[in-house]
């Protein structure tokens, strides 16, 4: 496993697309760091993009690259080497790759610009989802290269599950509280809230930032929740499973798929 990665992730590192990845986060922070002055405010800007720009590029591009290796791939299986270690090489390589890119993009500019910021503001909870949200969808999209054989439908598939644990995921969940607003659902927003990783690094990031005023009753049941070790607890068994079962599957797929 450990050759795989690391010629994979040499490989990915000399990328272009990885190149291009670091220097529109590197620029978008420098940018908005010089334009507010406020790391905290950065923070929730930046928070914007990453919800949904990170797990859109880590499916599209954990996908395009394992397509491209696929030939490549099947001469290592000929070779006397476990599918797990190669699919495992790879999965490491590209969540690695991308994460590093991502957070020397948002650590560089505030440490040149504020690094007294950097600790304090939540920018640490940031470069965490930001890794976190990384695996987890890497880990999805090397589920659905081993799921799907056509490229077009598994991109098709890729781009639905990100629309819709971005989007529509939101979007369902206030039709429910609309239609049972005459019934407590506390508990059930914050389980519907750990069952999406995009909502939860959302959320966590919102509350370290102390911005769950904003939210209203439901920041306030959150707030309660999260603010107790048994949230805490909860929250990282939450972001624990969304990396472990990815990962799980991954190595099952591979196990028996038949190449």
Known sequence: MLKVFKYSFLDLMRNRWTLGYFLFFAFSTFGLLYLSGDSSKVVISTMNIIILLVP?????????????????????????????????????????????????????PILIVQPEGFVANGWLSLLAISAILTFVFIGIACNLVLRFDNRLKGFGVGLFVWLFLAIIYDGLILVVMLLFENYPLENASLILTL????????????FQLDYSALMGFTGAVFAKFFGTLVGSVVLTFGFGMWLFIPLMQLMRKAKRKDF
């Open 56 to 108: 859109l590029v880590s499916l599209i591009y954990g996908q395009m690259y394992l397509y491209q290796v696929r030939d490549y791939v099947e001469i290592l299986l000929a070779q006397p080497i476990s599918r797990q270690a190669i699919f495992g090489g790879y999965y490491l390589a590209l969540a690695s790759a991308l994460s590093i890119s991502l957070l020397l993009g948002l650590c560089i």
């Open 195 to 206: 069952l999406n990783p995009i909502d939860a690094g959302r959320v966590l990031l919102i």
